[in-house]
């Protein structure tokens, strides 16, 4: 089983910043990408930001400029730092993995964690 542990949400003013940590631990072979999701209320669950083992980076155009993702190989970890806040950015942030898992059988899978609230104040 692997676990993602996320932290770093809370409140803010908007124009502020905050950072994002997630740690991926369990029988991971290896970590294909690890990404950021967000789900606002009574919105449906987006894509943020996601970064693939080879450092390639993907935004959505409502993050770009303002969000930056970055990885920590040795220790399974994933950054999403925001600058620029806004009250839009408001929502549950949720971590996504996707790793190859298994010491004598390998193979592909996908875990989410818990979610992390971010809310930020106009």
């Known amino acids: 089983q692997v676990q993602l542990a996320e932290s770093g949400g809370g409140v803010v003013q908007a124009g502020g910043s905050l950072r994002l940590s997630c740690a991926a631990s369990?029988?991971?072979?290896?970590?294909?990408?690890m990404g950021w999701y967000r789900q606002a209320p009574g919105k449906q669950r987006e894509l943020v930001a996601s970064?693939?083992?080879?450092?390639?980076?993907n935004y959505a155009d409502s993050a770009q400029g303002r969000f930056t993702i970055s990885r920590d190989n040795a220790r399974n970890t994933v950054y999403l730092q925001m600058n620029s806040l806004k009250a839009e950015d408001t929502a549950v942030y949720y971590c996504?993995?996707?790793?190859?898992?298994?010491?004598?059988?390998?193979?592909?899978?996908?875990?989410w964690g818990q979610g992390t609230q971010v809310t930020v104040s106009s």
């Open positions: 970064i693939t083992s080879g450092g390639t980076t």
């Open positions: 369990g029988s991971i072979f290896s970590i294909n990408a």
């Open positions: 996504n993995a996707q790793v190859v898992v298994g010491t004598f059988i390998r193979y592909k899978s996908e875990y």
